[in-house]
């Protein structure tokens, strides 16, 4: 049975890196006087790289025009710092906003008494600020527990990120159920034995995901799931969204679906 939703933050909760990060990195390049600029395309390779300073190293260890290697780790975190206030400042002026059907669940949880976390490796600010403007100052009422980027030695795809949340909720991994949307989320939460249903987003419409108990376009819809949902409306009386039960319903079928093998 289901207890805890573990939810990844970017390109689960919202499009983050399509409406805040990519363009707040932008803002930072320019903030600095440099003629730099990642386009979709770019940064959809550079989402390889988690963690937004180790992908400022990512990308300059490729350019011809980056610093002298001994600069490099200087500049990323000056960028990275301008990128998280443009981000911040980007979510608070109601930029970035909830993927359809996130609210209804998280909603549906907490009033059937499960436990929620954020499990990201995103920074705790970028986390705080959304968590705010989306659920107000009482955000953590929903979310219980908050694992960020600052609290792990490793980033997803490893599996510290979700060990920790599971630790901190004091449950066993199949007593929770990952929400991711990449290859390096649900690569994650697999390796720390959590079931993940997995959300494509916009950078991750087209992955191969192994592993998941579920796979789809987005919780608004029951339309385009892996494995195959009823249609809306159905004698469950789901509406055209994914709701809890279907969650319950993966969760309990997972042995027998062929994604988690
Ligand atoms: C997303 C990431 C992050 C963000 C940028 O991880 O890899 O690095 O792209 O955030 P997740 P920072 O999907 O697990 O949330 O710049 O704060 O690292
Ligand atoms: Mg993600």
Redesign the pocket.
């Known amino acids: 049975m289901i207890q805890a939703l573990l939810w990844?933050?970017?390109?689960t909760l919202a499009e983050t890196?399509r409406d805040g990060?990519r363009p707040a990195f932008n803002q930072a390049f320019a903030a600095l006087g440099l003629d730099w600029h990642w386009d979709e395309t770019r940064y959809g390779q550079l989402l390889r790289t988690?963690?937004?300073?180790e992908?400022l190293l990512a990308d300059m260890a490729t350019r011809g025009d980056a610093p002298p290697a001994v600069e490099r780790e200087r500049l990323a975190q000056q960028l990275?710092r301008l990128?998280?206030r443009f981000y911040a400042e980007r979510v608070a002026a109601g930029e970035i906003a909830l993927r359809p059907g996130v609210r209804e669940l998280v909603d549906e949880a907490a009033e059937r008494g499960l436990r929620q976390a954020i499990v990201?490796?995103?920074?705790r600010a970028?986390v705080e600020a959304l968590l705010l403007r989306h659920f107000g100052p009482r955000w953590n009422r929903r979310f219980t527990v908050l694992v960020c980027?600052e609290d792990v030695a490793a980033?997803?795809p490893d599996a510290e990120a979700h060990q920790r949340a599971l630790q901190a909720l004091g449950l066993g991994p199949l007593a929770a159920l990952a929400i991711e949307d990449?290859f390096a989320?649900a690569h994650a939460a697999r390796a720390a034995d959590v079931p993940v249903v997995v959300t494509r987003s916009a950078y991750f419409a087209n992955d191969v995901v192994e592993g998941a108990i579920a796979v789809g376009p987005g919780l608004h819809t029951r339309s385009g799931w892996l494995p195959q949902l009823g249609s809306p409306g159905d004698s469950n009386g789901n509406s055209g969204r994914i709701a809890l039960d279907d969650l319950a319903d993966w969760h309990a079928r997972m042995d027998l679906t062929s994604l988690y093998g």
């Open positions: 990844d933050v970017d390109g890196e990060h988690t963690g937004g300073r992908r990275h990128k998280n990201t490796t995103t920074s970028n980027g980033k997803k990449s989320g």
